[in-house]
């Protein structure tokens, strides 16, 4: 490969300014494992595509060069190229976010580039780079190989419905799946009728409108690097909801990978800024399906969500790799305990015991104790036994696309929400304040 000039429509070539160099790097994180997976022509296809989307997209006069075999820089004399103070990172996180998320084919596969960028911009624009979503390091064998294209088919049809949502593009074969949300309640299980909050759940319908079984989502997306993308979307989808509906509280979960630290959580921020009332009814429930990366980071974050008054949930306790003492450092609202520690069998009693122990040590540190994966009434008797009365799982409620919040009256959903929590200090005990939602 050669080094390319790029011009804008005004440009010309001529003297370079004399300002402070700018240098991006642009890094396809998942070029070993397209290589590994799908041979080494596909992916060296995949890194002209990335030169291409440069070329197009890069503003200004700059010089793009090939940097070893998966990444590109961007040199520029002139930071003002880039518009605005942090034009630079600002113009970098965009075009890894837009390109990362446009699936694109290759003959028969459709591939999606994870990507990663870096920036040094001298005195004046600081050196930095952004979070990396790379996923796990790339395997080897027909098992792993076999997984890792799987995988990628279905986060290309997942990133695929997302564009198709946001109606920014759509594959020329017309083969899309369509993203719906489903709600499912926390409920008081003393009472069958409170709800703390609902929970939103990402559903796939293909073109016949029958659900596609992809397993775990994030899961998948998480390995394969591109929760973000998931992240994102679901999180503005349930701003949407809670500003059509001022009464109700709803959740969304996100991956511990990066909580926080993508930049397009600064918009979320705002939004949340401009309307506290809002704020304080959106739960964000981190999962526990990765480990922390940046617990110093992720501790932040949470501050500064539950300075705007969200309340924050650790998802899947017991099942990640959370320790007491980060737990104690997260300090969050709620703790969903894992439906692990619900077996039943012959385990009934030191499930109980394990119930007991995990749900005293979360209430002890000002936590509100939630059961998740409650599917039967014993389950649901071990969980109050344990003295875990808020709990969520189909027992008590199925996840449906219905607004049940909005119902007057049902016999198969809760029907009363509470709309008011006031907590004293990072006390457990609740005021709760329960009426029918109105239509």
Known sequence: MVSAVVRNQHGSEGERSLREEVRLTIRLS???HIA????????????SRLRQLLTECAPGEVEIAPLGSDAFTILSNDLSFFGMPQ???RWLDAFCTQASGAPFKVGSATLCMALHGEWDAGKAGGAGSLPRHGGHIAGSGIAWCATYRADMAIVARVLTAINQDSREWQLDDGDVDCLIVEWQPVCDAESDFDALYYQARLRMIDR?????????????????GFIDHLDRYLVGKVLDELEQDPDV??????????????RWWNEIRARLAGDVGMA?????????TAPFTDIAAVSQFISQMLHLRCKIELSGFGRG???IRELVALSPTFVKIDAMFLGGGMRIEQDEQMLVHLAGLCKSLGATV???GINNSAQRHLALRAGIRWQQGDALARSGISRRWRLKTSSSCPTRLVTACHYAGRDSQMNLQANISPQ
Do not use: C
Not at 208 to 224: A, F
């Open 30 to 32: 998942n070029f070993p």
């Open 36 to 47: 590994a997976a799908f041979g080494e022509d596909i992916s060296t296809l995949a890194v």
């Open 87 to 89: 034009g630079h990172i």
């Open 208 to 224: 016949t409108g029958q659900k596609n079984d992809y397993g775990d989502l994030p899961e998948i997306l998480e390995r394969m």
């Open 249 to 262: 509280s709803l959740g969304v979960q996100i991956s511990a990978l990066y909580a926080g630290q993508a």
């Open 280 to 288: 304080a009814r959106l739960v964000i429930e981190i999962n526990e």
């Open 321 to 323: 790799s959370t320790s």
């Open 370 to 372: 939630i059961a998740d």
